[in-house]
């Protein structure tokens, strides 16, 4: 069955570093999002992108997040200067036009 | 927001069927029903959808109501691997974001 890849799996990064979450969606989906989770705490959306162009952001994502496709198969999330309140699960999700298929997920913990 | 209910938690006894309710009130004519599950910090992962009639797939069944108001996530034989906290989520069905609610955990019971 067609997986959403991620990685790393465990990234830790110095407050104020920046940091690039990397993600595979399936190959013929078209729709591509991020997704974070603080511990304990509900699976939050940031950003839906379509077309090559951000097409929904929620309030969390600020001007220190920015998203990619570099080159057609890989869709990152880059925090340019991460904070203590960036450390969380970060997911990666992909769809055609119904249901999402979503990645394992990178925990990021910034110290 | 979240525009569903459901219980915070429930038990099941392995073996047995699990019967998972979910309020959704406000739902409009072209929103769907989806079914997610979250084991652990897994990323969720998707179990069923419908738009008003049931489905059943080889996870799982969903019933919603002729109303369309509430729905009931059924897991035929419940195993202790079924222990995840359980998401519906209601939302148009094409790109649009998943708006996830607080879910409920289900403790399957040897």
């Known amino acids: 069955e067609p997986e959403v890849t991620q990685t790393p799996s465990h990234q830790v990064t110095q407050m104020g570093q920046e940091v690039i979450l990397r993600c595979v969606p399936i190959s013929n989906h078209l729709y591509f999002y991020w997704y974070r989770q603080i511990l304990g705490q509900k699976v939050e959306f940031l950003v839906s992108f379509y077309n090559n162009e951000i097409s929904e952001k929620s309030e969390i994502f600020d001007d220190q997040f920015s998203v990619e496709r570099p080159d057609g198969s890989n869709f990152t999330l880059k925090i340019r200067s991460t904070k203590l309140e960036d450390s969380a699960m970060y997911f990666c999700?992909?769809?055609?036009?119904?249901?999402?298929?979503f990645g394992s997920g990178t925990r990021l913990t910034v110290v | 927001d979240a525009k569903t209910t459901q219980p915070t938690s429930m038990d099941c006894a392995e073996g047995r069927a699990a019967n998972l309710p979910c309020n959704h009130s406000?739902?409009?004519?072209?929103?769907?029903v989806y079914w997610y599950r979250q084991i652990h910090s897994q990323g969720p992962q998707y179990i069923i959808h419908?738009?008003?009639n049931n489905e059943t797939n080889e996870m799982a069944s969903l019933i919603i109501t002729e109303d369309r108001k509430s729905s009931t996530l059924i897991l035929p034989h419940a195993t202790l691997r079924d222990t995840a906290v359980y998401y519906c989520i209601v939302r148009f069905n094409t790109g649009n974001q998943f708006y996830f609610g607080t879910g409920t955990s289900l403790t399957v019971i040897p």
């Open positions: 406000t739902i409009s004519g072209n929103e769907y």
């Open positions: 999700a992909s769809s055609e036009e119904t249901g999402y298929t």
């Open positions: 419908g738009l008003k």
